[in-house]
């Protein structure tokens, strides 16, 4: 009952005090990802997340698809080849295969927090974003909030799930589990201010290499989820990888919406009397 | 499979636009008790203000169906809503937080509180029960029955569902028209003519409102818009759209005439009224499942802001 | 030619200069041919390969025609030469040291190459000259003084008619570039399983014994003296051999092998013929063979013809199969292809099959030994569950039980397992034998039942014992060397004390050759090993591969035997000659020099000679190996490899739900060309088809898989992952069984990178319809 009136949800660090430790996230470079998907099996095998059916995609090697309520790490594989007159042409082949793990985005500014009407989404003293399995009753909002499409309700379960970002693992002071078996550093855990400086400074590398595709995304804590506490490096847009150009977190014109519906409140009020006015004749 | 297996001739070539043609957002899980209660909720909460009204007004006959209809709403709607849940028996942690971030918190609140403030209005208007309670809950359930009948478009435009949050500034007046046409075609069809001219009035303005509104809305979304032409929910909201232009105009030229007229026009308007929460649903979906309904208008942000 | 050479490394460390018999002919002279090619046989004698003046011996394993390191071993290390070879002050009788001379090796070489250029890369590999040049410049810049670059290879190398050939050509080129013994250089097989690197050391090879001793042959090793004779070459650290045998029989046999049993030398096994995988195989499908054991490997799958494979298993009387679930091999009598189609019916088959289930890797005690010879502790999590049990508890109990049944026996030939001394101390619930215990045994003991240090003092007198005479020293000072972890930060960059490297903890073998015939580092940025002229030794970050104190400039006397009959700039001290190889005058069966040849199965001439494969190639030709004929019926080649999501025959992977669904199916890779072509549909079926199998798998239409230009005509290939069999939580045809069984001479390992096919849309017939459609391809 404490939580009753509860008008803002957690906010990080204020809320926590003394408690409040350094945000922490993922900085996944996916310039050096290999396509192995050891961060998939990892996050699996530590969370006990179900199998997801053996579905053969054609895809190219990615047969997972998405993320879901199954799957909290998922490898995109692109292809993307240029040949001339059907033969490969090129000495260096011109063909490139893109591949980058996806994950929980740990938004600065979570719709799926805001929305939750249980509570169960919380923001940790980690400054990540966290589903309470035994609060949860599946109304599904977060689902819909979430502008990445990451969150996802489980059949037969009922109740949503995603990445806790390992807070089991973190309490214990580990990496979590798909950093951990990540065997080119492609996704590197640490906080956040240092994934950001360490950011910048691979995209230099790779830009002073001629690499001028690449660019950072999530990074901007001006974007519209105030940064992402997962971001990324990427060799092409977004939208090519399955990620939205600009997500927006849907609460930022919440306030603008009340009013909307306040305006449109008081005009039902006002078509009800006039119903009645109207009629004195 | 999630795709029809043999749809495309290679592992499609990475399109600028997609990963896969895969969907960029998640579908809403919600099922059809969603659009239902959405519809529920619009009657009751415009009901109850018609109820007042009419109290305030004099007219007993017309605010006892009123009040009933609001009763009935409110009764039907939080059923629909556990039903939805994934864990229907955790409906009660809604309770555990009022949370303004988040308008299915407000909207627990609101449905629980005008629920119940209706139901003892209700018992008040027909049997007398509930002595000085009774005015005190029909005041609150006409300040919450407004709150009720437009939460509902903030509802569906707080998600990344570009057909519901791009149409924003839009859905809660399409909600109210809806909401005021359903309350007033219900009641109408409900009414003896003698009572029924309120009714008719308020259908007639919620049809306007509600159709003025709703293309209001198809128009701002531009191209985005094209979830509401095309598909299921374009069906829908033709359906709508005749459905409610019909109705309103069988109420307008002869409801006052005629019972049966006003009945039959009354229906239509209703069921006008239930394709649009219908359709506003499926086009949410619609506008999900494409990924270039997510980055179009993304694109175009970017595009205009640098 | 760009002289991109490193002169200085070639002259003194190789034997570019050491002259070639005069009858010695190329394959630029035969037409792809060497001297010595018997067109009867098809085997080589390697008579004529042999310097000027002097004959080099065998190397080992590879006494006996078709005897060599099999299958995964294949790129196993080496034991070098065995036999002797008289140098003069260490050098060859006949060299030229301008290399200007017409039958000096590197004239031979650089002739034998002379066509091998970029425009012949293009033409014959479809790969870019461009392409090829980018590898071939970044290679060159990347050697020399200043730099070294290192060589890894996997399969992609290997599994060809000439596989060995292919590390040889490296070999070559690593040479020239002076890349081998320094730091950052070498040639670095990736090995597949987590220990193959040991199971070569110490073999589960039928032809050679623990550290490369070659295992005695039937006809001409009768005696101990016979055999140390024949393998003892005078020159080079090989000249020792008869001590690193008598320590083992020693280890084996302990009190009972005394000077007089010649250290029961009679115990041993004796070599009668090719017993490799493949062979044993055939002699299965000839009924000859009545029991199998399968420890840790699932031919059924794994092996190319898996139905030749799985034939012979119904032609045994019993098999057992030791692994952690039913595999395709220890069910073969009951899901099969053979069993869907008919030709085997379960009750027919009278093979009795045990399945005994295997304690896996974590919860056992043991060593890892990885591609740098660096054994690796690794300790025993858990308790193995329910009935499984690890290896040496199995080894250990059907050692003891046979031993019992054996007790009263007076036969002579029980006296080998009689007499072995097994003692281990038992430990834990299941009472394994110590692996601990087994460690040390392989490290080695004195005379005084000390642990030895290294290899050095092991004698022939029959008093030091000795598992593996390259691994002594793995137990130095009764200490688990292989256990050692301290941290990279806490020791020399070498970090010598992580874990332990044989021999004698080196970790790059030939380091001599990082510093010049001087002694000196070739250049400060890569000092690694350097003569001390102060102290008078070599000295450096690792242990010298050489002897100690012998000076730079040390010249052998006449007569000299050992390590003391090469010279002190002569770092290749297995060598007899102390010189690596540009040209191999012995140990190869297939030829001195790489050449190229084409699959064994190829829809291609060979553009530089009239022979298209590799004339030494071993086939097998049985009824149930047929091959494809080359009249266009099997238009496509395809190649087979891995995914990172199983590994090879599945039963690892494909059992586990988190790996099944990232590749839940078998499937083909073509190119959208391939596919037009034969109307294939991406994410339908295929069935493709061999003179072997036809077996089904879904398509994947990619650009990955381009057509290739060769000969200015486009090739499609069809790309096969092997893991699939029909055991397991994810299923599928197998891609083993289309292939036949077509092997490199040497080691008999497996053409399994290339062979010819047909590709067609739909799945394939069900029943006895399949075996109809093969038939039809193969003889219609
Ligand atoms: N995930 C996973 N890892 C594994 C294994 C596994 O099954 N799964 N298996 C382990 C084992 S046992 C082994 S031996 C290793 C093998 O490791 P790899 O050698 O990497 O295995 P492959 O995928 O069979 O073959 C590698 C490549 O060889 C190339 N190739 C084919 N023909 C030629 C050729 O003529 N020349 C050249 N240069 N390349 C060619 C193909 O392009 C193919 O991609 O992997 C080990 N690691
Ligand atoms: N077409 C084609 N064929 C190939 C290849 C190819 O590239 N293409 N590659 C070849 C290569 S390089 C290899 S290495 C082979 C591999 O072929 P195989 O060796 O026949 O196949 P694996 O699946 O590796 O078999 C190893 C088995 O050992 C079991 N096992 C694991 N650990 C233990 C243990 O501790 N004890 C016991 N008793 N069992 C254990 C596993 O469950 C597994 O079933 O395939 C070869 N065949
Ligand atoms: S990415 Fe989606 S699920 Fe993750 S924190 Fe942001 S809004 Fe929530
Ligand atoms: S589904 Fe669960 S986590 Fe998501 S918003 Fe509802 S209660 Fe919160
Ligand atoms: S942080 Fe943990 S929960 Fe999140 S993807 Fe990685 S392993 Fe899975
Ligand atoms: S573990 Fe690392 S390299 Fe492997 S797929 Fe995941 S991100 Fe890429
Ligand atoms: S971690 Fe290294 S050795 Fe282990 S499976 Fe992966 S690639 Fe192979
Ligand atoms: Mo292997």
Redesign the interface.
Known sequence: MAELFELETHAWPEAYGDEARPRVGFFTDTSVCIGCKACEVACKEWNHVPEDGLDFTGDSYDNTGELSANTWRHVAFIEQPTRVDGVQAEADGGFRWLMASDVCKHCTSAACLDVCPTGALFRTEFGTVVIQEDVCNGCGYCVSACPFGVIDRREGDGRAWKCTLCYDRLKDGQEPACAKACPTDSIQFGELDDLRERAQGRLADLRGAGVEEARLYGDDPSDGVGGFGAFFLLLDEPETYGLPPDPVVTTRDLGDMYRTAAVAAGALLVGVAAAFAGGRK | MNRGRGEAAMVPRAEPASYYGRPVIKAPVWSAEVPWYLFAGGLAGASAVLGTAADAAGNHTLARRAWLLASAGVTASPPLLVSDLGRPERFLNMMRVFKVTSPMSVGSWILAASGGATTVATAHELFGWFGRLGPLAKLASTALGPALATYTGVLVADTAVPAWHEARRELPFVFAGSAMASAGAASLALTPRSHAAPARRLALAGAALELGAAEAMTHGLGRLGEVYRTGRAGRLARASRALTAVGAGLIGARGRRSRAIAVAGGAAVLAGSACQRWAVFEAGRASAADPKYTVGPQRERLATSD | SEDKWFHDSVHSYTNASTILREDFRDTEDLDGLFSGYDPETGTYDPGSWQYEGLEIGAAAGQREQGVGLTGEQAHGAHGGELKGAELRHGEPPDVDDTLEDPRCIFQVVKRHYSRYTPEMVERVCGV?R??FL?VAEALCENSGRERTSAFCYAVGWTQHTVGVQNIRAAAIVQLLLGNIGRPGGGILALRGHSSIQGSTDIPTLYNILPGYLPMPSSQRETTLDRYAERNSPRTGFWANTRGYLVSLLKAWWGDAATAENEFCFGHLPRLSGDHSHYQTVAAMNDGEVEGYFVMGENPAVGSANGRMQRLGLAKLDWLVVRDFTETETAAFWHESPEIESGELRTEDIGTEVFLMPAATHTEKDGTFTNTQRLLQWHHKAVEPPADTRSELWFMHQLTLRVKQKLADSSEPRDRAILDLVWDYPTEGPHGDPSADAVLAEIGGFDAQGKSLSDYLPLADDGSTRCGCWIYAGCYADGVNQTARRRPGQEQSWVAPEWAWAWPMNRRILYNRASADPAGRPWSERKRYVWWDEGEGRWTGPDVPDFTPDKRPDYIPPEGARGPDALRGDAPFIMQADGRAWLFAPTGLTDGPLPTHYEPHESLFDNPLYGRRSNPARQRLDRPENPYNREDGRFPYVFTTYR???HHTAGQMSRTL?????????F?CEVS??L?AERGL????WATIVTSRAAVEA???????I????VEGR?VHQVGLPYHWGGMG??TGDAANDLLGVAMDSNVQIGEYKAATCDIRPGRRPRGADVRRLVEEYRDG
């Open positions: 870019p461009e392409s980018e995914l990172t999501e739900p988190y790996l099944s669904e990232l590749q839940p199916e499937f959208p060309e596919a549909e991406h994410g339908d879904r398509v994947l239409v990619t650009e990955r381009p057509p290739l230009r486009i939580y994810s």
